[in-house]
């Protein structure tokens, strides 16, 4: 059962562009939505994480932005580089983080060309 | 550093075989999570462990099993390898609870495949 969808499933953007992921819950009890971004050959990491109580985070080029009546939140990458291809998930957390369990989305492959 | 260590980054087995994959980590969490990624699915929770000895089912545990001895170690094991079990297994550990976001913190994965 899948509780967040994710999209799209691959994405290109040319260097300097801006990348747009989003993710979409059923679920109104989530209330944690982190991001994490994982290279080839490695685990993923978290890259950024909101909270309900807020529309938008920014930490340097990316931003996430929330919107809680539509139950969507998407991952914003500004001035986007080659470094910055990898594959992003987004996730949720459903109990108020009390066992830090997260239910992931399905992923998004960035490229972004030079 | 923080540091979650997977016994194997390759594995290949035999269907029926009882295989195990291991975890460590060196932060003193009291979380520990087992995942398997597969194309176009994402990742999906097969089991997790919020203190020594205790066990919850995630979504997909079917064919699987763990064990948590220590704080620092966590197993997975299938009991009896079939090739749908084919896949990349992640684990990863927190601290309990995401107070100040505490993040999980991953292995680099070990790629399984039954054969």
């Known amino acids: 059962q899948q509780q967040v969808k994710q999209s799209p499933q691959s994405l290109i953007v040319q260097k300097g562009g801006i990348s747009i992921i989003n993710c979409a819950y059923e679920n109104t009890a989530f209330d944690y939505f982190p991001w994490y971004q994982q290279f080839p050959g490695k685990g993923p990491a978290l890259l950024i994480a909101?909270?309900?109580?807020?529309s938008e985070k920014k930490e340097g080029r990316f931003t996430i932005s929330f919107n809680k009546s539509a139950k969507q939140f998407s991952l914003h990458i500004m001035d986007s580089q080659p470094g910055d291809s990898a594959t992003y998930f987004c996730?949720?957390?459903?109990?108020?983080?009390?066992?830090?369990?997260?239910?992931f989305g399905t992923g998004t492959l960035l490229a972004v060309q030079p | 550093d923080v540091k979650v260590t997977q016994s194997s980054r390759y594995l290949v087995k035999r269907t029926g075989e009882k295989v195990f994959l291991e975890c460590v980590q060196d932060m003193d969490h009291e979380n520990m999570f087992w995942y398997r990624q597969d194309p176009g699915l994402g990742l999906r929770l097969i089991y997790f462990s919020y203190d020594v000895k205790m066990k919850e089912k995630g979504d997909i545990p079917e064919g699987y099993s763990v064990s948590r001895e220590k704080k620092e170690r966590f197993s997975l094991i299938l009991e009896s390898a079939s090739t749908n079990q084919t896949s990349m297994y992640l684990c990863?550990?927190?601290?309990?609870?995401?107070?100040?976001?505490?993040?999980?913190?991953f292995g680099d994965g070990t790629r399984l495949s039954i054969l």
């Open positions: 909101i909270r309900p109580d807020v």
């Open positions: 990863a550990s927190s601290f309990l609870g995401q107070i100040n976001n505490q993040p999980q913190h």
């Open positions: 996730a949720a957390s459903t109990d108020g983080g009390a066992t830090n369990k997260l239910i």
